[in-house]
C-alpha cells in the first residue's frame, strides 16, 4: 500500500528554520516526481517546490524562491524540504505529494498520492 508520512513541522520564531520530510513506504519513490505544497486555513491549496525522480529539476515558487530548497535521498525512500528565513505568511499545513513522472510538475492536479499534511506555524 503507497503511503506518505510527512513529518518536521512544528513552530518556529520569525527567521528560523525548519526541515519537513516525505517518508514513503509501499512503493520505490525514484522513479516519481515529488511536490511539496501548503494551505493555510481559509485559503486554496498552492504548490511549494517539486523535484523531478532524478533529483535534477527542482521548481519553486515565487513566495519560497531562494528561502527554501528541495531534496530527495532515493536510496532512504525520502524526499525533504528545507526551509529558511521563514515568515509569519509560511504558516499552513505543508503536504508532499508523488505523481509518477519523471519531471517536475508544479500543478495540484498533477499529484496523484498525498500525505496526510504537517503543521508550520511562525510566530514570534
Known amino acids: 500500500q503507497l503511503q506518505l508520512v510527512e513529518s518536521g513541522g512544528g513552530v518556529v520564531q520569525p527567521g528560523g528554520s525548519l526541515r519537513l520530510s516525505c517518508a514513503a513506504s509501499g512503493f520505490t519513490l525514484d522513479r516519481y516526481a515529488i511536490g511539496w505544497f501548503r494551505q493555510a486555513p481559509g485559503k486554496e491549496r498552492e504548490a511549494v517546490s517539486c523535484?523531478?525522480?532524478?533529483?535534477?529539476?527542482?521548481k519553486y515558487s515565487d513566495s519560497v524562491k531562494g528561502r527554501f530548497i528541495v531534496s530527495r535521498d532515493n536510496a532512504k525512500n525520502t524526499g525533504y524540504l528545507q526551509m529558511h528565513s521563514l515568515k509569519p505568511e509560511d504558516t499552513a499545513v505543508y503536504y508532499c505529494a508523488v505523481a509518477d513522472v519523471p519531471l517536475c510538475d508544479m500543478s495540484v492536479r498533477a499529484f496523484d498520492s498525498w500525505g496526510q499534511g504537517t503543521q508550520v506555524t511562525v510566530s514570534s
Open positions: 523535484i523531478s525522480s532524478s533529483g535534477l529539476m527542482t
